[in-house]
C-alpha cells in the first residue's frame, strides 16, 4: 500500500469512526421522541428491529453464509455459546438502562458512565486477564475512583446508572474480546439470541389489557419510530466497523469521547439538567483519568510503530 492510499484510507477510518461516536452522541435525541413509551418496551422493539435489519444489511452485504457459519460454530462449541449468549444479555441491559435514563432525564449521569467505562475495561482486564497495570494507568483508575466518591458524598447517593452502564458495556466488550466474534455478525447473533425474549415481552404487553396494550400501532408516528430503533442501533456499528478496521486502537479510543461528551453537553445545554459544582468536579477527575489512559495508549501505539520500523531497516 502507497503513502497516498494509506492516507485516504486512515482519513475514512477516522472519519468513519468519528461518525459513529458522534451518532452514538445525539442518540438520546432519538429515545425522547419516544419517551412516552415504557424503556422496556422500546429496548423490546430496538432488539427486534435491530435483528430484521442487520439481517437485511447482511443480506446486502452477501454475508448471510458467513453468518450461518458462524452461528452453527457457536452451537457446536458451548463455551462459546454460553458467552455470546451473556454478551448479548449485557447489551441489553446496557441498551435497556440506557433508554430509561435518557427518558428519566439523566443523560448527564449516562455520559459519566461512557466516560468511565474504558477504566472499567482496564479494570477488568487486569482481574479477568491478568494484565498488569503500568503507574499511570492505576493513577488514572484512582482519579476515576475519586470522581464517583465526590457524586457519592456530594449527594448522598451512588451514581448507580453510571457505573451499571460502565459495568455492563465493559463486561459485554471483554465477552466479545474472549468470544472474538466480528462486530457485525455478532450483533446479529446477539440480537437473535435475545430476540425470542423480547416477542414473549411484547406478546405480554399487547395482550395486557382487553383494547390491546402497547405502543406499536397506537399512532403512525410511534410506530415508525419503533421501527426504526433498529436502523439507529445498526447504521452507528456499520460506521465504526469500517473505521475501526482502518486506524489503530489508540485512534479508536480517542474518537470514543466524542460521544459522551456530545450527551453531556446536551444534557446541560439542551435537556437543562442539573450540573452542580460537585459535577464538575467528578468529571474533571475522569477527564484527568482518561487523558493519562489515553497518553499511556498513543504511547504504546507509538512505541509498537518504532519497533516494526526499526524492524523493518
Known sequence: MND??????????????GLAYIFWGILPLFWKLVDDVPAG??????????????????????KLPAFSME?????????????????????SINWGLYIWAVNADRVIEASLGYYINPLVSILL???????????????????????????????????????MLALSFAFYGLIKKMVQVGALIGLAIETLLITPFALLFLGDVHGASSSGGGAFGDSLNVTLLLLLAGVVTAIPLLLFASGAKRIPLSMVGLLQYFAPTIKLIMGVY??????????????????LAL?????????????KRSVVVSKGV
Do not use: D
Open 4 to 17: 497516498t492510499t494509506g492516507n485516504k484510507e486512515f482519513g475514512l477510518g477516522v472519519a468513519s469512526a
Open 270 to 287: 439542551l435537556f437543562h439538567e442539573p450540573f452542580t459544582s460537585a459535577h464538575l468536579v467528578a468529571f474533571v477527575c475522569i477527564w
Open 125 to 163: 482486564a487486569v482481574i479477568v486477564l491478568k494484565e498488569k497495570l503500568s503507574v499511570l494507568q492505576t493513577l488514572s483508575i484512582i482519579l476515576a475512583g475519586v470522581g464517583v466518591l465526590v457524586l457519592t458524598f456530594s449527594f448522598g447517593t451512588f451514581p448507580w446508572v453510571a457505573m
Open 71 to 91: 452461528l452453527k460454530a457457536l452451537v457446536r462449541n458451548r463455551k462459546r455459546l454460553i458467552g455470546i449468549s451473556l454478551a448479548s444479555i449485557f447489551i
Open 291 to 303: 487523558g493519562i489512559y489515553t497518553f499511556t495508549l498513543m504511547r504504546g501505539w507509538q512505541m
Open 41 to 62: 418496551e422500546i429496548l423490546a422493539h430496538r432488539i427486534v428491529w435491530s435483528l430484521v435489519f442487520m439481517l437485511i444489511i447482511l443480506a446486502m452485504m452477501r
